[in-house]
C-alpha cells in the first residue's frame, strides 16, 4: 500500500483544516487507518484511528471533539477533518495503515505515507 497525505498548510489558531490520504491497491477496506503527528523533537503520537469499515474510531485526548477522522473505501481516501486548532498541534501528520482492524499504536502500523506539514499560529 503506498499513501500519499495532502491537506496541510498554516491556519490560525481556532481555524479548521482537512487532511487528505490517498491510497494506492485495490485492498484499502482490508486496512485499519490511523493518523499520527511528531513535532519539532518530539516522538511521533497517535491522533485518531478508523477501523476498516469506517463504522469504529478512536482518538487521543489531545484531539478528542475537536477532530474527526472518516473514510471512503471506494474512494481509497482517509480524511482528518481538525476544528479549533490550536499551536500546540502544529507538526507534520502522518496518515498509516495496519493489519489490525483499529490500533493506536505505531508499531502496528506497516505502511506510512510522507507526511504533510500543519501549522498552526496564535
Known amino acids: 500500500v503506498q499513501l500519499q497525505a495532502s491537506g496541510g498548510g498554516l491556519v490560525q489558531a481556532g481555524g479548521s483544516l482537512r487532511l487528505s490520504c490517498a491510497a494506492s491497491g485495490r485492498t484499502f477496506g482490508s486496512y485499519g487507518m490511523g493518523w499520527f503527528r511528531q513535532a519539532p523533537g518530539k516522538e511521533r503520537e497517535f491522533v485518531a484511528a478508523?477501523?476498516?469499515?469506517?463504522?469504529?474510531?478512536y482518538y487521543s485526548d489531545s484531539v478528542k471533539g475537536r477532530f474527526t477522522i472518516s473514510r471512503d473505501n471506494a474512494k481509497n481516501t482517509v480524511y482528518l477533518q481538525m476544528n479549533s486548532l490550536k499551536p500546540e498541534d502544529t507538526a507534520v501528520y502522518y496518515c498509516?495503515?495496519?493489519?489490525?482492524?483499529?490500533?493506536?499504536?505505531?508499531?502496528?502500523?506497516?505502511?506510512w505515507g510522507q507526511g504533510t506539514q500543519v501549522t498552526v499560529s496564535s
Open positions: 478508523i477501523s476498516r469499515s469506517g463504522s469504529n474510531t
Open positions: 498509516a495503515a495496519s493489519p489490525m482492524v483499529i490500533t493506536d499504536r505505531r508499531l502496528e502500523y506497516d505502511y
